[in-house]
């Protein structure tokens, strides 16, 4: 099992920037196909970004040139680096690991982006 803890949220401007973190506790960090989610007031919760063991990533649309995914498997920790903020950003980001029909999320952070 993998444990996920997420950091790095907090208000920020439109046109700003965040770094969301997500260090995981266990040793197979490395095998997991790694996710960032959010969810905004009365919306479902949307897949952001996706990154694999390979490296491999992939984005929705709207975040697409904005957002890079990345991690470090030495340090067991996924980032998410958020360039360019919207307000329509705003939401919880949570992190998640899956491996197999194992998947795992963290407790989220905030981000909000206002004026």
């Known amino acids: 099992q993998v444990q996920l803890v997420e950091s790095g949220g907090g208000l920020v401007q439109p046109g700003g920037s965040l770094r969301l973190s997500c260090a995981a506790s266990?040793?197979?960090?490395?095998?997991?196909?790694m996710g960032w989610y959010r969810q905004a007031p009365g919306k479902q919760r949307e897949l952001v970004a996706t990154i694999t063991s390979g490296d491999f990533t992939n984005y929705i649309d709207s975040v697409k040139g904005r957002f890079t995914i990345s991690r470090d498997n030495a340090k067991r920790t996924v980032y998410l680096q958020m360039n360019s903020l919207k307000p329509e950003d705003t939401a919880v980001y949570y992190c998640?690991?899956?491996?197999?029909?194992?998947?795992?999320w963290g407790q989220g952070t905030q981000v909000t982006v206002s004026e």
């Open positions: 998640n690991a899956k491996l197999g029909g194992y998947a795992s």
């Open positions: 266990g040793s197979s960090f490395r095998f997991y196909v």
